[in-house]
């Protein structure tokens, strides 16, 4: 299993033209909160930081957060991007307690979609999500999330409540009653459009056919 470690700094220096600077500094303004202790604001360095969020598991993982000589574990709660650049603006820790349940999306990693009978039927599969939010103790924090496909008919859906989990991990949306659809298998819509044509052209020409068949009767 991965694991994590940020490097972070106290900070002092507060408000928006102190962010700015430590921004054109290469660092990151951050805050870290929760587990019943008071928020403290950090400093983290931009491009440590962006080598670790270009990992998916670095959003679904327990981080140790080290603050001058003592060690944290958090999570990422929120996270801003820049719009343009590739830039971290700030990043939210939450921290984390082994008593205690925290709530974390977690990314969905679909397989056997090449297997099921609808792929091999023609049938290309659409995503209604790629990640869900669990409920869980950090000890039972999964990095993904499998769902197979291997038995995925066409024109079938895969709801929330298809998704097989492992330990003591409650999915939120479920938790309020929400089964919402994770993936289907459809065929492509020009292939559809063209077997409702021809369904079409074949009832035309049976109609055509019924009429001559009921002339000729008259005759």
Request: aromatic share 2%; hydrophobic share 40%; glycine share 6%.
């Amino acid at each position: 299993m991965e694991s994590f470690t940020l490097d972070a700094e106290l900070r002092t220096d507060l408000g928006k033209g102190a962010s700015r600077r430590l921004r054109h500094a290469d660092k990151v303004p951050a805050i870290i909160y929760g587990a019943g202790k008071d928020p403290q604001a950090l400093t983290l360095g931009q491009n440590d930081l962006l080598l670790h969020v270009a990992n998916e598991a670095f959003f679904s993982h327990i981080l140790t957060v080290k603050i001058d000589g003592s060690e944290e574990q958090a999570i990422v709660k929120d996270m801003q991007r820049h719009p343009h650049k590739l830039q971290i603006m700030h990043i939210d820790l939450l921290r984390v307690s082994a008593t205690q349940k925290i709530r974390v999306s977690i990314p969905l990693h679909f397989l056997n979609a090449d297997v099921s009978p609808g792929v091999k039927e023609g049938g290309l599969v659409s995503h209604s999500m790629t990640e869900v939010e669990i409920s869980c103790l950090p000890g039972d924090l999964p990095e993904f999330i499998e769902v197979d496909l291997a038995d995925l008919e066409l024109d079938a859906n895969l709801h929330l409540s298809d998704i097989k989990l492992v330990g003591e991990v409650e999915i939120v949306e479920l938790a309020h009653g929400n089964d919402l659809t994770i993936a289907a298998i459809h065929m492509p819509r020009a292939v559809k459009e063209e077997d409702e044509e021809a369904d079409v052209a074949a009832d035309d020409a049976e109609a055509t056919g019924d009429e001559s068949a009921e002339e000729g009767d008259g005759a």
